[in-house]
């Protein structure tokens, strides 16, 4: 079992920064993909980013790709997301999720652990 909490939300003008952290507890973190997602209601969930257990491999959605950044600190158990020239089309409630392969993964279904998310906010 892995318990996930994300903290770093809240309010932020368009144009600026959050940095949302996602701590990790229980099993072995540092052999597991992680991925971040988010949602708004009324919609699905969707592929924010996905980061390898070794960091070296990342990917992001289109809609975040040169804005925002993922990292992970296995002796931690931490994985961040470093989010920069936020839009108001960014404003969701933002979930970490552990996914117990080495691979990352876009897909929702293939996350076996999530956290309760934190909400972002970007409005003037």
């Known amino acids: 079992q892995v318990q996930l909490v994300e903290s770093g939300g809240g309010l932020v003008q368009p144009g600026g920064s959050l940095r949302l952290s996602c701590a990790a507890s229980g099993r072995t973190f540092g052999n597991y993909a992680m991925g971040w997602f988010r949602q708004v209601p009324g919609k699905e969930r969707e592929f924010v980013t996905a980061i390898s257990w070794s960091g070296g491999f990342t990917r992001y959605a289109d809609s975040v790709k040169g804005r925002f950044t993922v990292s992970r600190d296995n002796a931690k158990n931490m994985v961040y997301l470093q989010m920069n020239s936020l839009k108001p089309e960014d404003t969701a409630v933002y979930y970490c999720?552990?996914?117990?392969?080495?691979?990352?993964?876009?897909?929702?279904?293939?996350?076996?652990?999530w956290g309760q998310g934190t909400q972002v906010t970007v409005s003037s």
């Open positions: 999720a552990v996914r117990r392969v080495a691979s990352w993964s876009r897909m929702e279904y293939d996350y076996d652990y």
